[in-house]
């Protein structure tokens, strides 16, 4: 599913690009606010010391207004929220070495370009700044509503589903995925075309995304 930078269907603006580095960080020194006990969570990320299970206390009450707003049945569950930078940079560099091996044509420059459709370069991922989160629809009991992917499945994996408007998904998922998009984004947030569980608030591509002149968040420390 990898396409070159160059191919003309590729008209999605990628967390890579270098108009997203360049807005500068203003930061609000806001604290990361716990997640859970306000919405429900889901485990699957978590790792021992409940870093996936915070945000910036701003997005947080923006998620908190979003859940508000959806109708009877439906609720946001949380699947990973701020990352340390360590397990940030893991996952791309594994991401892109992946597609490196499998595309033996492919410059590095090519799959570091390639591996920002999925996971962000740790200089400008906001999941180190406590501002996205990823995040599907459950019922009442929990279940997981059909979004036409499992969350974090990748462009290989999904051939390409993952992307929030790919064509071809049912229309239940696509339902979904837009009562998703029907309360995040009046709440502010902004979506990553490439993942349609991934939305962010503060950040810099929310920044570049809102026409914003600087970043509210840059990559901050977590303290269990």
Known sequence: MWQSPNDPRNDVVLISDPRVAAIPVQESDE???EVRGRLRVDERLADPDGAWAHLRAGLLERLERAEAGLPDGYHLLIVEGYRPI?????????????LLAANPG??????????????S???????????????TLCDPEGVEYDMG????????????????????ISAD??????LLAAVLEP????????????WS????????ATGAPHALYGPTGFTA
């Open 201 to 208: 608030y503060g950040d810099r591509y929310w920044a570049l």
């Open 173 to 178: 998922a696509r339902a979904h995925r837009d």
């Open 31 to 33: 604290p990361l606010a």
């Open 106 to 119: 492919m410059t590095v420059e090519e799959a570091h370009v390639a591996a920002s459709r999925y996971v």
């Open 149 to 168: 992917t499992q969350v974090n499945d990748n462009p290989e994996e999904s051939a390409g589903a993952c992307y929030t408007a790919a064509p071809g």
């Open 187 to 198: 709440a502010g947030l902004v979506n990553y075309p490439t993942e349609w569980w991934h």
């Open 86 to 98: 360590a397990t940030q940079s893991l996952y791309f560099t594994r991401y892109r070495d992946e």
């Open 121 to 135: 370069p740790v200089s400008v991922a906001p999941h180190t700044a406590g501002a996205a989160v990823d995040l």
